[in-house]
């Protein structure tokens, strides 16, 4: 299992351009120097691999050319091969480069990328939510019970899980991010339009 090293991933996803971050402006060379620091953490020679995980649209989108997100990127493969202890491998390589027993991991609970908590909050946390997936669920059994295949195109694109993340009610940075992301004014609005469309798939079954 490949993990994300959040912090990490989280500087190039979002505080690449954020002028009050104090590390700003990060540079591939600076990046480059905090991955060959990581080995610091670490002793008996064990080598070590950083997930720096993030979203396509992280290039372009969020951080957009003018940030100089591209110039970054470009320049951050020069900056790593300058560094005799760290390099690049592809993720079907790490079973022939790991030099030391995997740890066992263990997951009593469902975990995700989202949020402070990394947890199924930015989906399922307020009453809108629940009740919008409570809903969704009731319907989509009653549309697979009845054999409505005509109906199970619509229901599945409205299983998409950014409906229920439209609807979160967090606020501070979280609630920053849902409202980036999300089409709405507001989360209730997200909810009454997602309410409707399950009315419309109830009348028609």
Same mark, same amino acid.
Do not use: C
């Given at each position: 299992?490949?993990? !994300? ?6 500087? *190039? ?29 670490? +002793? ?24 100089? /997100?591209?110039?970054?990127? +470009? ?10 202890? *760290? ?9 022939? *480069? ?15 990328? &989202? ?14 939510? +629940?009740? &919008? ?5 009731? /319907?989509?059994?009653? /549309? !697979?019970? !009845? ?7 619509? &229901? ?13 009610? +967090? ?20 909810? *009454? ?13």
């Amino acid at each position: 299992m490949l993990l !994300k090293y959040y912090s990490l991933s989280d500087d *190039i996803a979002f505080r690449f351009s954020n002028r009050d971050w104090p590390e700003f402006p990060l540079t591939a060379e600076k990046f480059a120097g905090w991955l060959d620091n990581l080995k610091n953490v670490e +002793k008996g020679n064990k080598n070590l691999f950083v997930n720096l995980f993030m979203d396509y649209e992280t290039f372009g989108e969020h951080q957009w050319s003018e940030t100089g /997100i591209f110039d970054f990127m +470009k320049h951050m493969p020069e900056n790593v091969f300058r560094r005799r202890n *760290i390099s690049f491998a592809w993720p079907s390589e790490v079973m022939d *480069i790991v030099n030391y027993d995997p740890e066992v991991l263990s997951f009593p609970y469902a975990v995700s990328w &989202a949020d402070m908590e990394r947890d199924l909050s930015a989906w399922l946390d307020n009453d809108l939510q +629940k009740n &919008a997936s409570d809903t969704f669920y009731e /319907i989509f059994g009653l /549309i !697979k019970e !009845k054999q409505r295949h005509d109906l199970l195109e619509t &229901a599945r694109r409205l299983s998409t899980s950014d409906h229920y993340y439209y609807m979160s009610t +967090k606020y501070f940075q979280d609630g920053d991010v849902h409202k980036y992301f999300s089409p709405y004014q507001t989360p209730y609005q997200a909810y *009454i339009y997602f309410m409707n469309a399950m009315a419309f798939l109830r009348e028609q079954l």
